[in-house]
Each structure stands twice: as structure tokens, then as C-alpha cells.
């Protein structure tokens, strides 16, 4: 069992990936950043020195407090504080564990159905084909914001907003991860249309293996690197998706502030002095998407063939 | 050819003439409110919005000055014949923009149909009647010698009762008040005001021209067209204004008055308010609100001076009461009591240690930073383990919401229609009762009869120290019992460019007589 272990940790440290990820610095640095962020956002309760969700801890007298450094500033507080009073620093980790989670779990749900109905189009052909694929069409003709304005004033009207700020989370992987299937589905069932025609199939199918074997244990493992490509910039397009609507007052309710919803309460004090409450998680979301998208781009010149084969 | 063209030119030139006469109303103003009317209907609903539309496109019979004395303007003159009975004299020759001429029909017509109006019959509850004495000369009759009389007549704005009478195409009757409803008047108007709806979109942009035969031929004003955008978002209101945008704004939020302050190109007024801010708690939704000490407990776990220092930036006075300093009711021992330890300790003995959870609603684009009041109020109500699920919405949904008190708690302003500390009570602490309008605006169903028969009493009381002592200790009353949570009385700022004279036609009951207006 060790040596298995060990020689597939071998196999990596020999394979292309290991060895141009190594020599990529924006892909390290990417990588780090990435990883400290999500650790930082993990952890969340233990290294945030205040709940930013439990209403009883704030004071109003606290409220907008500048960054340390800045005239007025209280060392309780090291990003300030935003116009309720809460702490900047607390809720900018709560925040990024609430984008993070609704980007991974977005993407997850996405995956999820694109490879499923990719597989299904590609490999069956015909009138499943047809039907599956018209019906990504209509999806994809109305936009993401669209979709999860309407869900989310439904939802909202619905279960009323205590209830909805208990579900607004998984609302929102949900309205997100629906939304942009048709993403991943299009690609996966352009790699199985080629993979299909392939003479491992032929063999496969020679061999007597059922339609869900072939799929999912032959064609599959052949498809993943552009879903990985896919999903790591769709990551990025989740949390800025729930970012947008955060912004727009739809996605995470007041009392549970994401990066979003945190850009927004500053907004009104943006031109009058306290520019920090907008601009701290402003800088976060930045860097957060950017590095996402960074090793996604590095990504795909590694898993393209053409560029490293070729 | 030549001559054609002559004779063109020439009857251009005589067409051109009378409108060169009355072109003094030239300019053009762009303004920017946080929202728009709700309706064009002046009786359906009673709040500030509402007015402003009123003294724009109707007239009072007489109105406020800036020192708060009175200014004769529909009504020319009025005299008073006994103490129950004052006669006013109509200006003759006032047209309404439908062409009918102003009689004292007309004023019949409106007084019988505020006395129908839901929102607007407590405040004429005292009137026992009008009498018509010939065309342009009517009386204005109370059961009792009422000293607000007058106070009163400037909600007086005279509809055109041939206007508003008779059927719609559809069979309604087009005088009818339907609250949050398309009646014939919600949707046309017809008054004496300077102004004339032009074009309107809710929620979108209404438009105002020039009534070109109004009465007031004295009047400065030089705007011939005004167009009204609603901004909900305080700092894009701010920025409209700032990048020439729009000409005036109102109202300027707290923490962006030292921005206006510093550019030269804008000129910001400011008045101290007395519109208070409070909320209700309603005792018919929760129980628990039914115990006073509960109510106590929420009243010791607000801390209004960190909600007007830190949110209103100062500009707001805090408040333990409802009348501001310089009413009669102002009782000067009344003041804040935030004390955490208190409320938690009230909470106990009201057997509620673990709290509850209530809803709560608020405008958020009615009062200055009304649902960043309503965040900070839910925030230090958790402190006191009762959990709020907020809910603010934009007036337009706010009103309707109201008036079915959907809400636990619900937040109100209030600005006495009658500057005086009376009108507070009955619309906001009266036992609600709908026939004689009581209490239109209690959100909390809070009821106290005594109290009620002692404001009754204070109303007829012509003594004026004796007046103040009662409604002082009514003030002292409701205090002790916790009635309804008050917050602070929001201070006034309007902003606009340099060249728009607004100074002179502001007041600090925030009805700008936009007719009056100077654009240079």
C-alpha cells in the first residue's frame, strides 16, 4: 500500500504537470495566494477575532472605524470597521468563505449536469442529442443575472427573509450552478464526439461493455482536461456572479455580509471619507478571481496538447 | 413669394407676442427627490410626499411662513365671528388648470371630502361643519373652540369639484379615495397650483409645466418646467447634483453634507427638523409586546444617541419623546435610557431571558438612512436576545405594508400636521379607531384610553399653561409605558446649484412652495 503511494507521488513528481508548474512563477504565486485565502477562509471562526453574523457583538458606536494607521483608527479593528460596526477584517474572511463556497459549490453542481448531459448528447447522438442540446440553447439565451433575479425574488416572497437567510447560500449555488450548465455540457460533448470515434471505443464495444460503461469509464477519463479548464474560470465567474448579485441586494441577506454585499453597504460612503468599507473587499474579490483565473490559464497551456506536443 | 413670407413672419411675430408677455417662466429645473408621489391624489394618503405634490399643484388657503406665522392664499382674508366659528373671504378670479373658475363649492367639496378621507379625517375631526355664505365667503365651524384652527386650514388645498365629479368611463364614481388603488383622482388632477402635471411614470420621472393662468401674478417664480427624477441611492443623488446632473436635491444624506459644503458651484441649506423617527411595537402580532416591561426593555436597548452621532453623522437630535424642544408637549425631564444591563435584566423579569424573534419593516428611501436605522436598531435588539428578520422595501411597497401592519415592528416618521404636539398623539398613540380616524398611523395597536381622553381634553383647554402641563404629562405617560420607540427628529437639508434660489422657499415643515422659485 506505501509503495503504491509512494510511486504514484513518483508519477507526479515526473509528470509535465509537476515539472512546468515548477517553472511557471505566476502559477506559484498564484497557487499561494489561492491556498492562503482559502485556508484564511476556512478557518475562519478561529482566526476572526469577532462573529461578524452575530448581530449582538456589534456596536454602533464602532461603525466606520478607519484601517490601522489612519487617523481614529482602534487597533481592535485592523481594516476598520464598516457604517454598523462591524469589524472589516472578521467579515472580509467570513465573506470570502461564503464567496469560495458558493464558487466551488457552483461549480460542483455544474459539473455535475454538464458532464452528465455532455456525455449523454455526445455519445448517444440522435434525438437525445437534438433535445438535450436545444434545451442548453434556451438556457444559455437568458442571462445568469436574469435566471437568478427572478428565482430569487420568488424564493425570497416565499419563505421570508429570516428563512431565506438561512438558505440564501444554498439558493445561490443552486441559481448559479443551473444557470451555466449548458457551459460544460457544450464542451464535454465536443471532446466525446471525438474521443467516440476513437478504436479504444471500437475495442470497447468488441469487447461486449455496456453504453454506461464505455461513457463513463473510457470516454470520461479522455474528456477531463478541459473540464478542469472550464471549471476553474467558472469558478471565478460564480463568485463574481454572486458577487453581482450580492450587489444588486439578491444574494446574501445584510446580516450575513459576502464580498458582494460588503462592496455594497460601502457604496454610500465611498465619496464621503470612508472609502475602506468598499475598497478592502474590493481588493479581496480582485485578487481572488485573478488567481483563479491565473492558474486557469496556466492550466490550459498545460493540458493542451498541442502546445506541449506539438 | 416675398409677400407670403412677410405675411408669415408677421403673424409668427403677433403669435410670438403674448407668449413673449408671460415668458418670465423660462427656466427649466431638473430635481432629484429620494422618491416620487405615490399618487396625484392629495387626499388619499397624508404624508410629506404627498404635500409637496399639494403645494405644487394645488394652494392652501393659507400656508406657513419661514417664521411660522401665516400667509394668506386662496383665502384673501378671515376673520373669526365667534370662538367656534371662523369666516374666510375667497380670492376671486383663481382658475383651475381645467379652466373652471374656484368657488366656495369648490372649498365644500374639498372639506366633505377630507372628512371622508381615511388619513385625513382626525385631523379635521374637530370641525363640526362648513357654511357656504355666497360664492367667494364661507365659514369654517368647530363643535368646540379649537385653538389650531388655522394650523389646520393650511391642509386646506381647494379641488375643482366639477373636475373630480360625476362618473368615469368606466361607471366609478371619480371622487372616490381607493388606497393604494387606480381611482379616477389617483391618476388626474386638476387644482389652482402653480404647476400642472405634465407627463408622469411612477417610480420613473414626473414632469410639471407652468400653469399659465395662475392666480399669483405676484409671484417671483421663473420656473416654466420642472422635471422630478426619483434617486433612491443617497451618493448617486449626491453625484447628480454635484456633475450638473440635476439643479436641486432633497434630501442631502448626512455624511456627504461637508462634500456639498466644499464645492463651490452648489449651496446646501440646513434647518433643524421635527419630524421624529420612531417605531411601533405591535401588540396585536406579539404577545410578548403586551407587557410593558418587555417594551421597557427594548426602549433601555436602543441607544438613539448612537444612531443620530453615528448613522445621521449629528445631524439628527435624539429623541425619548415625540414633541421636539418648543412644543408645548416637550417635557425637558425626558431623555434616552440606553442601558444594555437594564433591558437584559427587564427582559428577565418579563420572563423572556431567552428572547423571541419578530419581524420587522422599514422604508428605505422614505426617512434619511431609514434602513440603516433599521439595521442598527435590529443589531441591538440581538443584544437582547430578540432576533429580527429586516425587511426594508421602497416607499411605494413601504405605505401598503403599512396600512396592513404586515410587520412586528414598523418605522415611522412623523412631522405634526398642525405643529402641534396633539397631532402626534392622535395619529400615532390614539386607539385605533376607523370611523373617526383615531390612531390612523398606530402600527403598535398600542391603547391607553385615559391618555386619549386626556389629549381630548388638552385640545379644548384655551389656557395655554394648563394645555402644556396636560401634554407634558402625557408625554411622561407614554414614556413610562413604553408606547413606542423613539429615535431621533431628523434634521432638514436640501442642496442645489448656485444659480436655483432655494433658501427662500424652504420651511422647516420641508414643503418647498417650489412657485416661488428664482432660477437665475
Request: proline share 5%; with cysteine.
Amino acid at each position: 500500500m506505501t509503495t503504491a503511494t509512494v510511486s504514484r507521488w513518483d508519477r507526479f513528481r515526473e509528470s509535465f504537470f509537476w515539472y512546468s508548474f515548477k517553472r511557471d512563477k505566476v502559477a506559484i504565486a498564484s497557487f499561494a495566494v489561492l491556498l492562503l485565502m482559502v485556508l484564511a477562509a476556512v478557518f475562519a471562526p478561529l482566526l476572526a477575532p469577532t462573529d461578524p453574523y452575530d448581530l449582538a457583538q456589534i456596536n454602533i458606536m464602532n461603525s466606520e472605524l478607519p484601517p490601522v494607521g489612519l487617523d481614529g483608527a482602534d487597533s481592535a479593528f485592523p481594516l476598520g470597521t464598516d457604517a454598523q460596526g462591524r469589524d472589516l477584517l472578521s467579515t472580509i474572511l467570513y465573506g470570502t468563505r461564503v464567496s469560495l463556497m458558493i464558487g466551488f459549490g457552483a461549480v460542483v453542481l455544474q459539473a455535475f449536469l454538464g458532464i452528465l448531459f455532455g456525455l449523454l448528447a455526445g455519445y448517444l447522438g440522435g434525438k437525445v442529442d437534438a433535445i438535450l442540446m436545444r434545451i442548453a440553447d434556451v438556457q444559455l439565451s437568458f442571462s445568469t443575472l436574469m435566471v437568478a433575479i427572478i428565482v430569487g425574488a420568488v424564493f425570497k416572497a416565499s419563505f421570508g427573509n429570516l428563512m431565506f437567510g438561512e438558505i440564501a447560500i444554498y439558493m445561490l449555488i443552486f441559481i448559479i450552478g443551473v444557470a451555466e450548465w449548458p457551459q460544460i455540457a457544450r464542451t464535454v460533448r465536443a471532446s466525446v464526439l471525438a474521443e467516440k470515434k476513437k478504436e479504444y471505443v471500437d475495442a470497447a464495444k468488441v469487447m461486449g461493455f455496456g453504453t454506461r460503461r464505455i461513457m463513463f469509464r473510457h470516454i470520461l477519463p479522455n474528456t477531463l482536461s478541459p473540464i478542469f479548464v472550464i471549471a476553474t474560470v467558472q469558478i471565478a465567474n460564480a463568485i463574481i456572479s454572486e458577487a453581482a448579485l450580492s450587489f444588486l441586494g439578491l444574494g446574501m441577506p445584510e446580516t450575513q455580509p459576502s464580498l458582494g454585499s460588503l462592496i455594497k453597504s460601502g457604496f454610500d460612503y465611498i465619496q464621503s471619507g470612508s472609502w475602506w468599507i468598499t475598497l478592502i473587499p474590493g481588493l479581496v474579490l480582485v485578487v481572488l478571481v485573478l488567481v483563479i483565473n491565473l492558474l486557469g490559464d496556466w492550466l490550459r497551456d498545460v493540458m493542451n496538447p498541442r502546445l506541449y506536443k506539438g | 413669394m416675398k409677400k407670403l413670407i412677410a405675411a408669415f413672419v408677421g403673424s409668427m411675430a403677433l403669435a410670438a407676442a403674448p407668449v413673449a408677455l408671460s415668458a418670465e417662466a423660462t427656466k427649466e429645473l431638473k430635481m432629484a427627490y429620494d422618491a416620487d408621489p405615490v399618487t396625484l391624489d392629495i387626499h388619499e394618503q397624508l404624508s410629506g410626499g404627498i404635500l409637496q405634490l399639494s403645494h405644487m399643484t394645488f394652494d392652501p388657503l393659507l400656508r406657513w411662513t419661514q417664521d411660522l406665522g401665516f400667509e394668506p392664499r386662496l383665502a384673501e382674508s378671515w376673520e373669526r365671528i365667534d370662538e367656534n366659528t371662523m369666516r374666510f373671504k375667497l380670492r376671486e378670479g383663481v382658475k383651475f388648470h381645467s379652466g373652471n373658475e374656484l368657488t366656495t363649492a369648490d372649498v365644500k367639496f374639498t372639506f366633505d371630502r377630507l372628512k371622508e378621507s381615511q388619513d385625513f379625517k382626525a385631523i379635521f375631526k374637530p370641525f363640526s361643519g362648513i357654511n357656504v355664505i355666497d360664492d367667494y365667503t364661507f365659514e369654517l365651524v368647530t363643535s368646540e373652540p379649537y385653538p389650531l384652527l388655522l394650523n389646520t386650514a393650511t391642509y386646506i388645498f381647494p379641488l375643482d369639484s366639477e373636475f373630480y365629479s360625476g362618473q368615469t368611463e368606466d361607471g366609478k364614481d371619480k371622487s372616490a379615495i381607493l388606497k393604494h388603488g387606480n381611482s379616477f383622482a389617483s391618476e388626474n388632477l386638476s387644482g389652482t397650483g402653480p404647476y400642472t402635471v405634465a407627463e408622469r411614470k411612477q417610480g420613473v420621472r414626473v414632469e410639471f409645466e407652468r400653469f399659465d393662468d395662475y392666480w399669483d401674478s405676484e409671484s417671483p417664480g421663473n420656473v416654466g418646467k420642472i422635471v422630478l427624477t426619483p434617486i433612491k441611492e443617497n451618493a448617486t443623488r449626491v453625484s447628480a447634483l454635484l456633475s450638473g446632473g440635476v439643479d436641486f436635491i432633497a434630501p442631502v444624506p448626512p455624511n456627504d453634507l461637508e462634500r456639498i459644503k466644499r464645492d463651490n458651484s452648489t449651496n446646501l441649506v440646513t434647518m433643524s427638523g421635527t419630524r421624529i423617527i420612531l417605531f411601533h411595537m405591535n401588540q396585536e402580532r406579539v404577545e410578548a409586546f403586551k407587557n410593558p416591561k418587555v417594551r421597557q426593555a427594548i426602549a433601555y436597548a436602543i441607544n438613539q444617541e448612537g444612531i443620530a452621532a453615528k448613522i445621521m453623522k449629528g445631524f439628527a437630535t435624539p429623541a425619548a419623546q415625540m414633541s421636539p424642544a418648543g412644543y408645548q408637549g416637550h417635557n425637558e425631564s425626558l431623555t434616552p435610557r440606553f442601558d444594555v444591563a437594564r433591558a437584559k435584566e427587564l427582559m428577565k423579569e418579563a420572563g423572556y431571558e431567552d428572547g423571541f424573534t419578530i419581524t420587522m419593516m422599514a422604508p428605505n428611501n422614505r426617512y434619511v438612512n431609514d434602513d440603516k436605522i433599521a439595521q442598527a436598531v435590529a443589531a441591538m435588539l440581538a443584544r437582547i436576545n430578540i432576533k429580527v428578520d429586516l425587511k426594508t422595501l421602497p416607499k411605494a411597497q413601504y405605505w401598503p405594508e403599512y396600512d396592513n401592519r404586515a410587520a412586528d415592528m414598523m418605522m415611522i416618521g412623523w412631522h405634526a400636521d398642525t405643529e402641534d404636539s396633539a397631532n402626534f398623539y392622535e395619529f400615532l398613540t390614539f386607539c385605533p379607531d376607523a370611523d373617526s380616524g383615531a390612531g390612523q398611523y398606530n402600527a403598535g395597536n398600542y391603547c391607553n384610553p385615559e391618555i386619549d381622553a386626556l389629549v381630548e381634553k388638552a385640545n379644548v383647554e384655551t389656557d395655554l399653561d394648563k394645555r402644556a402641563a396636560m401634554l407634558k404629562d402625557v408625554e411622561q405617560r407614554l414614556y413610562d409605558d413604553a408606547a413606542f420607540i423613539p429615535l431621533h427628529w431628523q434634521d432638514l437639508a436640501w442642496a442645489a446649484k448656485q444659480n436655483v434660489k432655494i433658501e427662500p422657499v424652504l420651511n422647516v415643515m420641508n414643503f418647498p412652495y417650489l412657485g416661488d422659485l428664482v432660477v437665475e
